[in-house]
């Protein structure tokens, strides 16, 4: 048999985009994913009849490579409602988004989140962030943190911790908020001018709508990768492929030593599943703890967004919990109690369906950017790096790295 042209080391969405350009340009390349199915960081279980995915993430529908890639009507996507609830020590209120609910503008302006003057410099940023283009987000933003770019934008410490550091810090997977201001503009910018998403099926139908895309790929599953030099790969079981190109869609740095410290570090998140037997009403809102002595940074109940999370005809909810940090097993009875104090239900309505602890969530980088020229991404003569490491850890820079990387590979 004729060795493929082209391997492709790593199924999470990076990998299966490199395939499906790699395909577009009429070739037919091998991919070898070490797990026993693709999607990488997005995957779901099915358990007790409940759709739990691998860690709480939401689907962006305004990042510009899903409005390339994915066709979310198949997705059946379900929204989240803007704005979030808000839980201090002594208050539960709802902070509504006036940019995407202007009927809300008078709950918004009387919301004790911030003060008037918050709410006007974040509806003055948010107006200006969806001028922008994505790349100057980006651009000159890069070394400040999102922190200090909220301090020198005059907002409060109220506003900061009451809806900045829990919601940010939710999706940055990091509570200082030390992650660029670049990607605070950027994500913030997206959420003004899109919706956050969950897949009808889980968010792992992402990756099973990419691979399904695949017609002349052959996915190897199980299959993990040792060593590669340049133009040799060789497999856990001591076999070897050769290649034209290699596409390396996973961290690196297991691969190539002199890449250590490529990614400084990996931000870890635990996430739990909990079914409440009594029905909890939050109105498609994510739900902000902005209580210092909470274990708990954000929680929501899932069915609510989407359905299709729990069986048909289950009473109850599905409350996904994300924590502030990876809690010992003890301290897992401190999180029910919070849980219960946030949301206010009876005691015993609580049952633990799962705990994800995800050691690998998203990568500590040195430098964020938008994008780079295709040839970037080579690394030596028949090596090319994707994975959103190269970017930033988002799954818009995942999908995008794997495009720029085939793109590179096509070139050799
Ligand atoms: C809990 C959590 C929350 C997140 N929230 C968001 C969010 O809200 N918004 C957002 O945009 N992004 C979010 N992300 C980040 C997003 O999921 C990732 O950026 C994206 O999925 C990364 O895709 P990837 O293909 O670069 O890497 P991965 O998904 O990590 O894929 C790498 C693949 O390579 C395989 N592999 C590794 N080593 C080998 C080897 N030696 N041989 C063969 N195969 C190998 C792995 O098994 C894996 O399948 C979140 C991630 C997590 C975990």
């Known amino acids: 048999m004729e060795p493929p042209k082209f391997i492709v080391i790593g199924g999470g969405v990076a990998g299966l985009i490199a395939a499906q350009t790699l395909e577009a340009a009429g070739h037919a390349p091998v991919l070898l994913e070490a797990a026993d199915a693709v999607g990488g960081r997005l995957r779901t279980d099915e358990v007790d009849g409940f759709r739990l995915d691998r860690g709480f993430q939401v689907l962006l529908t305004q990042y510009p490579e899903v409005k390339r890639y994915l066709d979310l009507r198949a997705l059946g996507v379900e929204k989240f409602r803007p704005g979030a609830h808000v839980h201090t020590r002594q208050q539960h209120f709802r902070f509504a988004d006036p940019l995407r609910e202007p009927a809300q503008l008078f709950r918004s302006a009387l919301s004790p989140v911030g003060t008037l003057q918050d709410k006007i410099r974040l509806a003055q940023l948010g107006f200006k962030v969806m001028r922008l283009t994505p790349e100057e987000c980006f651009t000159g933003f890069d070394e400040q943190s999102t922190i200090d770019y909220l301090w020198e934008y005059g907002f409060s410490e109220q506003i900061v911790e009451r809806f900045f550091r829990p919601f940010f810090g939710g999706i940055f997977v990091e509570q200082k908020l030390l992650t660029p201001a670049a990607m605070f503009r950027f994500i913030l910018k997206m959420f003004a001018q899109g919706d956050a998403?969950?897949?009808?099926?889980?968010?792992?139908?992402?990756?099973?709508?990419?691979?399904?895309?695949?017609?002349?790929?052959?996915?190897?599953?199980?299959t993990r990768v040792r060593a590669?030099?340049?133009?040799?790969?060789?497999?856990?079981?001591?076999?070897?492929?050769?290649?034209?190109?290699?596409?390396?869609?996973?961290?690196?740095?297991?691969?190539?030593?002199?890449?250590?410290?490529?990614?400084?570090?990996w931000r870890s998140t635990t996430n739990l599943y909990y079914y409440s037997t009594r029905r909890l009403k939050e109105n498609r809102l994510i739900n902000l703890v902005a209580d210092p002595t909470s274990t708990i940074n954000t929680f929501c109940v899932l069915d609510e967004v989407a359905p299709t999370y729990k069986q048909q005809g289950q009473g109850g909810s599905l409350i996904s919990v994300s924590l502030k940090a990876c809690p010992d097993t003890d301290s897992i009875a401190q999180v029910e109690q919070d849980l219960l104090r946030h949301s206010r239900l009876p005691n015993d309505a609580l049952r633990?369906?799962?705990?994800?602890?995800?050691?690998?969530?998203?990568?500590?980088?040195?430098?964020?950017?938008?994008?780079?020229?295709?040839?970037?991404?080579?690394?030596?003569?028949?090596?090319?790096?994707?994975g959103d490491q190269q970017l930033n850890g988002s799954l818009d820079a995942a999908m995008r790295s794997g495009r720029l990387a085939a793109e590179g590979a096509l070139r050799t």
């Open 197 to 222: 998403v969950l897949p009808a099926e889980g968010i792992e139908a992402i990756p099973k709508q990419l691979a399904g895309k695949l017609a002349r790929t052959e996915i190897r599953l199980g």
């Open 352 to 386: 633990l369906l799962k705990r994800y602890d995800i050691e690998h969530a998203l990568p500590e980088l040195d430098a964020v950017s938008y994008s780079y020229q295709a040839t970037q991404s080579r690394l030596i003569d028949r090596v090319f790096l994707a």
């Open 228 to 265: 590669l030099t340049d133009d040799t790969v060789t497999l856990d079981d001591g076999s070897t492929l050769e290649a034209r190109a290699v596409i390396v869609a996973c961290a690196p740095d297991a691969l190539f030593p002199q890449l250590a410290g490529t990614v400084r570090a």
